[in-house]
């Protein structure tokens, strides 16, 4: 059987799932704390490393 090839986009996905995986665990921190403590100041720091990390285009884990 010929092997697919895969497309840009799924190597992308592939290459980055760790950093998208952690940047919506520290968002869910933050929006969990917010709601426990009804202070936003955490999730504001939590979306200021969050956001970034999941539209970074490198894993993190290999800088």
Do not use: Q
Request: proline share 2%.
């Amino acid at each position: 059987m010929k092997k697919k090839k895969e497309s840009r986009f799924h190597r992308y996905l592939r290459r980055t799932l760790w950093n998208k995986m952690m940047a919506l665990f520290i968002i869910g921190i933050g929006i969990i704390t917010a709601l426990v403590d009804g202070d936003c100041t955490f999730l504001l720091f939590t979306l200021v490393f969050g956001v970034p990390l999941f539209f970074v285009r490198k894993d993190v884990r290999e800088l």
